[in-house]
T-cell receptor
């Protein structure tokens, strides 16, 4: 299994500003992912965070809006840039550990409200 | 493209009832299927993982089954309790993808 922590757990931000969300895992993982869950909706994959290279973004998400870093096998950040109220969501970090290639674990999420 | 459907979208039952949540998927070429629980405003808790070679998995009062050929999975909850109230999400796992259904919102009343 994997234990995932995210910071911050929640934030209220003003339109036009940026927020960086941190994800820390207690073990090395091959794959790290970032998801968004808009109010009342299911989860949508934003991107796969690749260690040592650029993230792979899903359709509808771009690096300028959601830059991602992954400096090592246990840490990643997601930045939500130039925020608008439509970015108000829960952002979740998710991982697949090296030992459990196909079981996926989720962090507690970051609840973002943009005013 | 994989599509995952969960039925029903919402379910309300009295405490003590046994219940079944359904999940169907369109592409049977999957690695695993995972059931999650999500409490309001919170992250996801993994309940059960069924590998593609398995037919079912059990954990306590929960039993999940998988029929890859027909593209179906069910989550059976025995003797439901108010603490089971949450949204239950089914997710189909490919090599580098995880496709979610929209979830079943369960309310168990005392």
């Amino acid at each position: 299994s994997a234990v995932i922590s995210q910071k911050p757990s929640r934030d209220i931000c003003q339109r036009g500003t940026s927020l960086t969300i941190q994800c820390q895992v207690d073990s090395q993982v091959t794959m790290m992912f970032w998801y968004r869950q808009q109010p009342g909706q299911s989860l949508t994959l934003i991107a796969t965070a690749n260690q040592g290279s650029e993230a792979t973004y899903e359709s509808g998400f771009v690096i300028d809006k959601f830059p991602i870093s992954r400096p090592n096998l246990t840490f990643s950040t997601l930045t939500v840039s130039n925020m608008s109220p439509e970015d108000s969501s829960i952002y979740l970090c998710s991982v697949r550990p090296l030992t459990d290639a196909y079981e996926q674990y989720f962090g507690p999420g970051t609840r973002l409200t943009v005013t | 493209k994989q599509e995952v459907t969960q039925i029903p979208a919402a379910l309300s039952v009295p405490e003590g009832e046994n219940l079944v949540l359904n999940c169907s998927f369109t592409d049977s070429a999957i690695y695993n299927l995972q059931w999650f629980r999500q409490d309001p405003g919170k992250g996801l808790t993994s309940l059960l993982l069924i590998q593609s070679s398995q037919r079912e998995q059990t954990s306590g009062r929960l039993n999940a089954s998988l029929d890859k050929s027909s593209g179906r999975s069910t989550l059976y909850i025995a003797a439901s309790q108010p603490g089971d109230s949450a949204t239950y999400l089914c997710a189909v796992i490919g090599y580098s993808t995880l496709t979610f259904g929209k979830g079943t919102m369960l309310l168990v009343s005392p």
